[in-house]
C-alpha cells in the first residue's frame, strides 16, 4: 500500500537546536517526495521536492530509498521555522496525486 | 501569475444545506485538487480533475461532489451538510509535480 508516515504530531525545540522531522514511506516504484509547509495564517506552499536536491531556508532533506525516509532537517533551528510540515508522495508517471503525511507541527521555543 | 484563489472564504451553514465552493487555479494550470483539512485529521485528499475529468478520487462519502469547467475553474458540492463537514476546503493548481494552494474556504456547519 501507499503510504506516507510523519511518526510525530508535534516536535518542540529550542532555537537553535538541530531540527529533524521524519518521514517515511511505502511505495512500489520510484516516487518523488516533498516537503510541504503551513506557517500561520499562510498558504499551505512546496518547501522543497528530493528531485531539485536545494537548501531552502536551512532546510535539507535526503532521499534514502534503503530506509525508505525523506526526513527534513535543518542544523539550527529559527523562531519563524514554527509551522505545520507535510510530507508528500507522488507517484510515477503522469498521475500527480500526491499521498499525504498527517503531519508535523513544529514549535521553536526561544 | 496571480495565485490559487477560492471563493467564499468563509460560509455559514445549517445541518442538511448544500454548499458549493469554488477554485480559480493558476492560469495555466489543468490539474485542480480538493482537500479537506481538520485539526483532527490533518489534511484529506477529496478529488482531482484534470482537463473536466475527475482523475482521481479520495475515500469520502458521495455527498461530496465536484467537477471543471472549460477554463480549469473547478467547484465542489457538498450536499446534506453534517456537523462533522466543518472544515478548510482547500483547492490547489498542480504543474509537473508541484501543488499551489489557495487560502482555503472555511466552512462551520451548524
Known amino acids: 500500500a501507499q503510504r506516507v508516515t510523519q511518526p510525530e504530531k508535534l516536535l518542540s525545540v529550542f532555537k537553535g537546536a538541530p531540527v529533524e522531522l521524519k518521514c517515511n514511506y511505502s511505495y512500489s516504484g520510484s516516487p518523488e517526495l516533498f516537503w510541504y509547509v503551513q506557517y500561520s495564517r499562510q498558504r499551505l506552499q512546496l518547501l522543497l521536492r528530493h528531485i531539485s536536491r536545494e537548501s531552502i531556508k536551512g532546510f535539507t532533506a535526503d532521499l534514502n530509498k534503503g530506509e525508505t525516509s525523506f526526513h527534513l532537517k535543518k542544523p539550527f533551528a529559527q523562531e519563524e521555522d514554527s509551522a505545520m510540515y507535510y510530507c508528500?508522495?507522488?507517484?510515477?508517471?503522469?498521475?500527480?496525486?500526491?499521498?499525504w503525511g498527517a503531519g508535523t507541527k513544529l514549535i521553536i521555543k526561544p | 501569475k496571480a495565485g490559487v484563489t477560492q471563493t467564499p472564504r468563509y460560509l455559514i451553514k445549517t445541518r442538511g444545506q448544500q454548499v458549493t465552493l469554488s477554485c480559480s487555479p493558476i492560469?495555466?494550470?489543468?490539474?485542480v485538487s480538493w482537500y479537506q483539512q481538520t485539526p483532527g485529521q490533518g489534511l484529506q485528499f477529496l478529488f482531482e480533475y484534470f482537463s473536466e475529468t475527475q482523475r482521481n478520487k479520495g475515500n469520502f462519502p458521495g455527498r461530496f461532489s465536484g467537477r471543471q469547467f472549460s477554463n480549469s475553474r473547478s467547484e465542489m458540492n457538498v450536499s446534506t451538510l453534517e456537523l462533522g463537514d466543518s472544515a478548510l476546503y482547500l483547492c490547489?493548481?498542480?504543474?509537473?509535480?508541484?501543488?499551489?494552494f489557495g487560502p482555503g474556504t472555511r466552512l462551520t456547519v451548524l
Open positions: 492560469s495555466g494550470h489543468r490539474s
Open positions: 508528500a508522495l507522488s507517484g510515477s508517471g503522469s498521475n500527480y496525486q500526491l499521498i
Open positions: 490547489a493548481s498542480s504543474v509537473g509535480g508541484e501543488q499551489f
